[in-house]
T-cell receptor, first 113, second 115 residues
Framework: GAGVSQSPSNKVTEKGKDVELRCDPISGHTALYWYRQSLGQGLEFLIYFQGNSAPDKSGLPSDRFSAERTGGSVSTLTIQRTQQEDSAVYLC???????????FGPGTRLTVT | AQSVSQHNHHVILSEAASLELGCNYSYGGTVNLFWYVQYPGQHLQLLLKYFSGDPLVKGIKGFEAEFIKSKFSFNLRKPSVQWSDTAEYFC?????????????WGLGTSLAVNP
């Protein structure tokens, strides 16, 4: 079946602009995670959604970052007033509820110039 | 706070050599352990996982890992590597407290296998 998809695959933006990154999880996966993979920092958890519950936003690095998940499926990660340090690969993963195996999308490579 | 440490950042091997990649974690509670692999140009994919039971787990493509609780370690092994094993390998841990199964990651090990 279809895996996790993310769009765009690459995004180049100017410092100070806002960007939106999209994630389509695997159908039926109610848990959705966003991670960031930065050079030298490894992979970092950003935010977690589970069904209709309030998201766990504990990994968001600043209030310029926000995410939403509409209808329990598609999720959008928004970065406002982008900074150069936001340059990274943003990965989305989904899983069945309370299951540990996460399936990853291909990521969005964000470059802030 | 949980953390994961991978000891080898870059490994270069010849085909048929044996592989062992080190992974240590810090967390006092019950953990679940994973190795993920990212082949060039591909998604992260699960290589193997440990939840409970036999501490020696086998994964895809001939990989295995051993959980040693007393050492907080979960090292990845393969007796004989192939050129196609060239990839980035990530160790990750999650606890089973609460609903959030967020993964805590090591920095990764880049493996290059020469034919």
């Amino acid at each position: 079946g279809a895996g996790v998809s993310q769009s765009p695959s690459n995004k180049v933006t100017e410092k100070g602009k806002d960007v939106e990154l999209r994630c389509d999880p695997i159908s039926g996966h109610t848990a959705l995670y966003w991670y960031r993979q930065s050079l030298g920092q490894g992979l970092e958890f950003l935010i977690y959604f589970q069904g209709n519950s309030a998201p766990d936003k504990s990994g968001l690095p600043s209030d310029r970052f926000s995410a939403e998940r509409t209808g329990g499926s598609v999720s959008t990660l928004t970065i406002q007033r982008t900074q150069q340090e936001d340059s990274a690969v943003y990965l989305c993963a989904s899983s069945l509820p309370l299951v540990y195996e996460q399936y990853f999308g291909p990521g969005t490579r964000l470059t802030v110039t | 706070a949980q953390s994961v440490s991978q000891h080898n950042h870059h490994v270069i091997l010849s085909e048929a050599a044996s592989l062992e990649l080190g992974c240590n974690y810090s967390y006092g509670g019950t953990v679940n352990l994973f190795w993920y692999v990212q082949y060039p140009g591909q998604h992260l994919q699960l290589l193997l996982k440990y939840f409970s039971g036999d501490p020696l787990v086998k994964g895809i493509k001939g990989f295995e890992a051993e959980f040693i609780k007393s050492k907080f370690s979960f090292n990845l092994r393969k007796p004989s590597v192939q050129w196609s094993d060239t990839a980035e390998y990530f160790c990750a841990v999650t606890n089973n407290a609460g609903n959030n199964r967020k993964l805590i990651w090591g920095l990764g090990t880049s493996l290059a296998v020469n034919p």
